[in-house]
C-alpha cells in the first residue's frame, strides 16, 4: 500500500511557541490531504483539507490563524500550531488519498504536549 | 447535518463473534470504510463497501444498506490482538472523509 509519512511523532513545547507538523507521501504525489485531530478516546475529527498550491480549506469551528496549513508541493503538506497552548495538546494526524477507490492512508501520527 | 454513529464501546470474548454497527447521515455518499485503529497509532484500513451487501475479507466482512444509512463490522474468531477502536467513515465526493464516533472493542480471554 501507500506510504505516508507524518513527522515528528511526539513533541513537547511550552506555551506560547509555534510547532510544525510534517507529512509527506512517499511514494505517490498528493494534491490533496487532510489534517485531523483526535482527542483521547474519541474519533478523528477533521480540521482542513490542504490543498496542493491553494489554500486550505478548514472546517467550521477551527481557527485557520491558529491552524496554520501549507502545501507547497504534491508530498508535503505542513500543519503548524501557532501560539500553541494546553488546550491544543492533541493527537494530530494527517492523511492522503489515493487509488482506485481514493482510500486514505494515514501518517503515524503526532502526539504534541503544550507545558 | 452530518452524523455517523457508532456504540462507543464493546466487549466480547476471545474465539466469539462480535458485530459493530454504523448508521450515517451524511450531505453524500461515495463509499464507506471502516479502519481498526489502536492506541496511540494511525488509523489502518481494514474495509470498503460502495455498493449494498457483504464483503469478505477473512475473519473480517462488513455490509452496506445505502437505503438505511447503515453498515456494519463483523469480526469472527476475535483474537486479543483485535482489541482497538473500529471506525467507521463515510467518504463524500471524491477525497473527503467523514469519520464516525469510534468503537472501543475489549476482547477478553
Known amino acids: 500500500g501507500a506510504v505516508v509519512s507524518q513527522h515528528p511523532s511526539r513533541v513537547i513545547c511550552k506555551s506560547g511557541t509555534s510547532v510544525k507538523i510534517e507529512c509527506r507521501s512517499l511514494?505517490?504525489?498528493?494534491?490533496?490531504m487532510f489534517w485531523y485531530r483526535q482527542f483521547p478516546k474519541q474519533s478523528l475529527m477533521l480540521m482542513a483539507t490542504?490543498?496542493?498550491?491553494?489554500?486550505?480549506?478548514?472546517e467550521q469551528g477551527v481557527e485557520k490563524d491558529k491552524f496554520l496549513i501549507n502545501h507547497a508541493s504534491l508530498t508535503l503538506s505542513t500543519l503548524t500550531v501557532t501560539s500553541a497552548h494546553p488546550e491544543d495538546s492533541s493527537f494530530y494526524i494527517c492523511?492522503?488519498?489515493?487509488?482506485?477507490?481514493?482510500?486514505?492512508?494515514f501518517g503515524q501520527g503526532t502526539r504534541l504536549t503544550v507545558v | 447535518g452530518q452524523n455517523i454513529d457508532q456504540p462507543t464501546e464493546m466487549t466480547a470474548t476471545e474465539g466469539a463473534i462480535v458485530q459493530i454497527n454504523c448508521t450515517y447521515q451524511t450531505s453524500g455518499f461515495n463509499g464507506l470504510f471502516w479502519y481498526q485503529q489502536h492506541a496511540g497509532e494511525a488509523p489502518t484500513f481494514l474495509s470498503y463497501n460502495v455498493l449494498d451487501g457483504l464483503e469478505e475479507k477473512g475473519r473480517f466482512s462488513s455490509f452496506l444498506s445505502r437505503s438505511k444509512g447503515y453498515s456494519y463490522l463483523l469480526l469472527k474468531e476475535l483474537q486479543m490482538k483485535d482489541s482497538a477502536s473500529y471506525l467507521c467513515a463515510v467518504k463524500e465526493g471524491t477525497y473527503k472523509y467523514i469519520f464516525g464516533t469510534g468503537t472501543r472493542l475489549k476482547v477478553l480471554a
Open positions: 492523511s492522503a488519498p489515493t487509488g482506485e477507490r481514493a482510500e486514505a492512508f
Open positions: 511514494d505517490f504525489q498528493a494534491t490533496t
Open positions: 490542504s490543498n496542493e498550491g491553494s489554500k486550505a480549506t478548514y
